[in-house]
């Protein structure tokens, strides 16, 4: 399966130069930016160079760190709480299978529920342009009553501040959530290990490409709905078939080659991505390669990636296609140990090839 990597171990001279690649490309990335750029929300290496070299030295803690969906709060009862926070700035507003008000409420609840959480109650915060329309802020709102009542879950508390007209592009939300984790249960890249399933629990890409297509400008019209759901009860489905899952990260900005990049950075092993098994509609893939678009960096808004035990994976699968959310889950790739830290997707014709972070920003403001 990884021709590329037992080349070039073959090769003493070959790897030696492999080697010194692979440590340039693995250094963390700097910073060298004097104004901030639309890749700085792509959750990428800019991101990433962001969170380095402002957010992290200044706030660090142990638990920011840690870098995880949510952060996991030990409360002196010893119960442990799933806190998360998220802001939408999707352009446009509303879009084929959803709006920003579904994503504020699907994306928080999900980053919660990647961390094994039961959501308790979220937050709202909008920052409205003067001069929005006030039919539109209670379409919006409806929007995220509707997708709140839907999951059960309630919004407790909240905030609207407005600026100056131009001083913003009509509104954007910030919505945070908590979740109380079940004792006993525990997601973390450490418990990755060699020969575990890698699944999505459904197709890839459709999020991304059905909002690209929506702001108009391409002059390309394809049947692509967002995924835009949330995933708690998916999760909960997931645990109960397959108990010893080691991880889950919902495959939002970035899609599903920067969350595994994710993975294999907090776990250093490989993950082996199998591109004949990538589960893609039609005209998702279509859209793509009209727009030389990696389908793996296209964003979701209702998939995760999960590790789970190999021998935990047929389990897995189908308690997530007996879910109406999980229909089209499938393993795409395997967990290797060498070379560590990597990526690795095995073509539809047979060859390799390395997926790095995502670079810049192919799709702005998606979510
Ligand atoms: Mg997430």
């Known amino acids: 399966m990884t021709d590329l990597v037992q080349n070039l171990a073959a090769s003493g001279r070959e790897a030696a130069v492999f080697e010194r690649i692979e440590a340039f490309r693995r250094r963390r990335p700097r910073l060298l930016d004097e104004v901030v750029t639309l890749a700085h929300g792509a959750g990428g290496k800019a991101s990433a160079a962001l969170l380095d070299a402002v957010f992290m030295p200044a706030f660090s803690n142990e638990l920011l760190r840690m870098s995880t969906d949510a952060a996991v709060l030990t409360l002196p009862s010893g119960e442990r709480l799933a ?9 446009p507003l509303r879009f084929p299978g959803g709006s920003a008000g579904h994503l504020a409420v699907h994306g928080t609840i999900n980053d919660l529920a990647m961390m094994g959480g039961r959501p308790l109650a ?8 003067e001069g929005f329309p006030i039919d539109s802020l209670r379409e919006i709102v409806a929007d995220m009553a509707d997708a709140a009542a839907a999951a059960g879950i309630d919004i407790v508390t909240g905030d609207t501040k407005v600026v100056e007209h131009g001083a913003a592009d009509g509104m954007y939300i910030s919505t945070s959530g908590v979740a109380a984790i079940p004792a006993g249960r525990q997601l973390s890249a450490a418990k990755v290990a060699e020969g575990d399933a890698v699944i999505s629990s459904g197709t890839i890409g459709d999020h991304g490409t059905a909002v690209m297509l929506a702001r108009g400008d391409l002059a390309l019209e394809a049947d692509i709905v967002s995924d835009t759901a949330p995933l708690h009860e998916l999760m909960e489905c997931l645990l109960a078939a397959a108990p010893s899952t080691r991880w889950l990260r919902d495959a939002t900005r970035g899609g599903v080659g920067t969350v595994c990049n994710e993975l294999v950075r907090d776990c250093n092993l490989t993950v082996v991505l199998d591109e004949a098994a990538l589960p893609v509609r039609p005209p998702v893939a279509a859209a ?21 035990p190999a021998g935990e994976a047929a389990d897995a699968l189908g308690a997530l296609r007996d879910h109406p959310l999980g229909r089209g889950a499938v393993q795409i790739g395997e967990i290797r140990a060498e070379p560590p830290g990597l990526v690795v997707l095995v073509t539809a014709f047979g060859g390799t090839r390395i997926v790095d972070m995502l670079v810049g920003d192919p799709l702005p403001r998606i979510c």
């Open 83 to 91: 806190f998360s926070t998220d802001s939408f700035v999707v352009k």
């Open 122 to 129: 979220l937050s709202a915060a909008f920052v409205l342009e």
């Open 288 to 308: 793509c390669e009209l727009l030389g678009i990696d389908l793996l960096y296209v964003a979701n808004e209702g998939k995760f990636v999960a590790v789970v």
